[in-house]
């Protein structure tokens, strides 16, 4: 099992600033991608932003404002998120694809989800 905990969320202002995290605990074996998605009201989710190794990958949306980053050595994720937009207001849920025993193959795993708000 996996247990992929978010924190970090809240209401901020447009122009503003939140940093997420998520930290991962189980029984993780290998852990091949972690990311942030995001389902904004009426819209279905999509991918903020993805590092696996060294490689980092953003939606066009957030390039330049969003940097993530990974610490393996407490399998955490964080997201950097300046100059919010109103337009960034979503659930951001935490991802990580990876081999988690009792299984010997790679799969999907998602956090609860953490709200952020931009708004006035």
């Known amino acids: 099992q996996v247990q992929l905990v978010e924190s970090g969320g809240g209401l901020v202002q447009p122009g503003g600033s939140l940093r997420l995290s998520c930290a991962a605990s189980?029984?993780?074996?290998?852990?091949?991608?972690m990311g942030w998605y995001r389902r904004a009201p009426g819209k279905e989710r999509e991918l903020v932003a993805v590092?696996?190794?060294?490689?980092?990958n953003y939606a066009d949306s957030v390039k330049g404002r969003f940097t993530i980053s990974r610490d393996n050595a407490k399998n955490t994720v964080s997201l950097q998120m300046n100059s919010l937009k109103p337009d960034d207001t979503a659930v951001y849920y935490c991802n990580l694809y990876g081999i988690v025993r009792p299984l010997n193959y790679a799969t999907n795993h998602w956090g609860q989800g953490t709200q952020v708000t931009v708004s006035s």
């Open positions: 189980g029984s993780i074996f290998s852990i091949n991608v």
């Open positions: 590092i696996s190794g060294g490689d980092t």
